[in-house]
């Protein structure tokens, strides 16, 4: 009885035990049920000095990539930057074969850098410490900045006269402008001469006309018109204050050039004069100064105007026309003689022809069709440069100085000294003309020079072309540095 109730117990314990396996599993199911699978395990904490690292480094990599674009910035469109002189003109000649394909593609640039605020320009002022302005000159009533200028060639239809102001030039001078379209001369038509710095050119005064220029310089008219709260009419009668109306700049004169189309007869001075003047009833209005081109040696005749006859009927033509502009200060107008007419006899008829006709002043100088005698001695041309040297049109470059600089001296003495009781002068207290001298000039030394010689203005064309946008810059820099040596 006692044995069958312990196998009873036993067979109960066995039964409410339960299993290994089952043990397991419970003990599976539990250690499981602690931690999900599902759910991933948190990320480690990152310390808090190592985050305040990693956002000063990002800061401080901003702030160094902002200082160096500007730093960038600042130095690419500074005209001080060695880089215009020695980077950009050889990379323009390497890149572009054509002499006037580089040209177009030069402009181009610019004009598409200003319209974004990226083009170069003249960052120093041209006043001294002292607040005075020691290349300070007054020409035609203007005090400009500087003497300072910028020949025409370089902006033939006027599109980006701003740009070559913001240069740090005192005049700027556009065209050649004639009263009907024309292509110029079959291409190619410019030539480089690198040994030299020179160049010659055919253009034959290619344009788009006097009536898409006068579009173009009228719309830039509206606009500061609309920057300064007036209308262009307002800006024409009234004017505004210490502002040209032709540059629009303080202390600076926009020159216009203007000249015959190559089918105009030269030896029709009716038909001539009708082309300078209808050029001048378009462009007057928006010019300080109007030019009349009768020296481009690559328009057939053109050269002959500048006789004595022909060249007083022209230019009494174009100041009368001139004088009608119905704006409140009338444009001045000077006339572009050759020099390769230096004969006295010839230079007595210009100045007779100047003084009768009642222009302004001459622009001294233009390229030659001379050669002989040009290239320095001991300078030897590649076969190229001889042959681009030889080519038909005119030559300029740095070789025209010692000319330039003769001819304004010349110039300067016949038109001070021509008798005030000669046909056509009436006043006993006439106004000395101005001279604009241009020719060979690249650097400070020259600049004075051609001034202590008479001229008020000495311009640049070929020496930018070479010497790239810093050019003028840096002739003024060498100018004031030779007259501060002269002071110690």
């Given amino acids: 009885m006692a044995t069958s109730y312990l196998r009873v117990c036993q067979s109960l314990s066995a039964a409410l035990r339960p299993s290994l396996r089952q043990q397991r599993t419970l003990l599976s199911r539990r250690s499981n049920s602690t931690t999900p699978p599902s759910v991933p395990p948190p990320p480690p904490v990152e310390p808090v000095a190592s985050a305040g690292f990693s956002r000063a480094k990002a800061l401080a990599l901003g702030t160094g990539l902002s200082i160096g674009g500007y730093a960038l910035y600042y130095y690419a469109t500074d005209t001080r930057a060695s880089f215009h002189r020695f980077i950009v003109p050889p990379a323009l000649r390497f890149l572009f074969p054509d002499a006037e394909d580089a040209h177009h593609a030069g402009t181009h640039a610019l004009k598409t850098l200003y319209q974004f605020g990226l083009h170069p320009r003249e960052r120093i002022l041209d006043v001294d410490h002292s607040g005075k302005k020691p290349l300070a000159v007054t020409v035609f009533g203007t005090e400009l900045s500087n003497p300072i200028g910028i020949s025409a060639g370089l902006d033939k239809d006027a599109e980006i006269p701003d740009v070559l102001f913001a240069l740090g030039a005192g005049v700027v001078e556009v065209g050649g402008c004639t009263p009907l379209p024309q292509d110029g001369n079959p291409k190619p038509r410019v030539f480089r001469v690198p040994a030299v710095d020179g160049m010659v050119n055919r253009y034959g005064l290619n344009s788009k006309g006097a009536d898409a220029m006068a579009q173009t310089l009228g719309e830039r008219l509206r606009e500061f018109a609309q920057s300064v709260g007036l209308t262009e009419r307002e800006i024409l009668d009234e004017g505004v204050e210490g502002v040209p109306t032709g540059s629009l700049q303080p202390g600076r004169l926009l020159c216009v050039q203007v000249a015959k189309n190559k089918k105009t007869d030269e030896k029709d001075v009716e038909a001539v004069k009708r082309d300078y003047v209808y050029c001048v009833k378009r462009l007057a209005p928006y010019a300080d100064v109007l030019v009349v081109n009768v020296s481009s040696p690559n328009t057939p005749g053109l050269r002959d105007l500048q006789a004595t006859g022909p060249l007083t ?31 006295d006899t010839q230079m007595e008829g210009v100045v007779q022809a100047v003084w009768n006709s009642g222009v302004d002043g001459v622009i001294v100088g233009n390229t030659t069709k001379r050669r002989a005698g040009v290239i320095p001695e001991g300078v030897r041309l590649t076969s190229k440069e001889q042959k681009n040297f030889m080519e038909e049109g005119g030559y300029s470059g740095p070789q025209l100085f010692d000319q330039t600089l003769k001819l304004v001296g010349r110039y300067r003495k016949m038109l001070d000294g021509y008798s005030l009781k000669s046909e056509g002068v009436d006043s006993a207290f006439a106004p000395q003309k101005v001279i604009f001298a241009t020719g060979g000039i690249t650097n400070g030394e020259q600049a004075l020079k051609v001034l202590n010689a008479g001229a008020s203005v000495a311009m640049v064309y070929t020496g930018m072309v070479y010497g790239g946008s810093g050019t003028v810059t840096r002739i003024k820099n060498e100018m004031r540095q030779k007259l501060e040596d002269k002071k110690v």
């Fill in 313 to 343: 009927a022209l230019l009494g033509a174009v100041v009368e026309e001139a004088q009608k502009t119905q704006r409140k200060t009338k444009p001045k107008v000077m006339v572009k003689v050759s020099p390769d007419e230096d004969d």
